[in-house]
């Protein structure tokens, strides 16, 4: 079997697995979008997801996402824009490049890095190297460990109101992974709650990112809007992969 067969019967199943677990949650299937993730996986990859009819994608390391979406947006066959999706952990020496091509960005963890966001986005802006604004997610860590990335629930809101106010960036809502060895039920059952205190302050921030080839029917039924699917899709990855 050639590779577009193999992803092309791949995107079939874990479509029908996604309106599965909308169907057993009571959720209309199509409530919750799904994020191919392509990290690690060639332009060319992405490319079969685009012919398939896929028009977002997920990214997770600088430099292999720019390269990628360059290579990808030079192919003459690609005719119609697609949303990238930065899902990786962000260091701030690399906010300035991320801009360049993220409409979305699903790791934001601090207001030091909020802000350096949006000072980028404004000279992408002004470089015309980009048009409107990030829309950013902000990463919730459950079990308060800063090593695996995420805001610790206390300090949610006011990251919310600095992303709120800050020119450039558009709040849309929260992203988080499970902790490791956590039972994703509890840890997903404890996000929508968050999630929805946050939504009664900030009724646009309405993405829930959760979920991924583990655990997805686990978040789905915990109100996640967006699940982010690499392994399901295009196969493993290299044991150091994040
Ligand atoms: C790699 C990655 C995914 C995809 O995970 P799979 O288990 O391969 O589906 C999802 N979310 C984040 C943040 C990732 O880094």
Known sequence: ?????????????????????CRDAGREPGAVALLPVTKFFPASDVRVLYDLGCREFGESREPEASQKVADFTADPGVTESV??????????NKVKSVVRWADTI??????????????AVDAATDAGER???????????????PSRGGVPVEDLEALADRVACAP??????????????????????????V?????????????????????????VRHGSTCVRVGTALLGSRPIVSK
């Open 1 to 21: 079997m050639g590779r577009r067969e193999e992803i092309a019967s791949a995107l079939t199943r874990v479509r029908a697995r996604l309106d599965a677990a």
């Open 83 to 92: 949303h990238w999706h930065m899902i990786g952990r962000l260091q701030r």
């Open 106 to 119: 699903h790791s934001l963890d601090s207001e030091r890095l909020a802000d350096a966001v949006s000072a």
């Open 131 to 145: 048009s409107g604004p990030v829309e950013m997610l902000i990463q919730v860590s459950l079990d308060g460990d």
């Open 168 to 193: 450039g960036l558009e709040l849309g809502g929260l992203m988080a992974v499970p902790p490791l060895g956590a039972d994703p039920d509890a840890a997903f059952a404890q996000l929508h709650a």
């Open 195 to 219: 999630h929805a205190d946050l939504v009664r302050v900030h009724p646009g921030a309405t993405t829930l990112s959760a979920g991924m080839t583990g655990d997805l029917e686990s978040a």
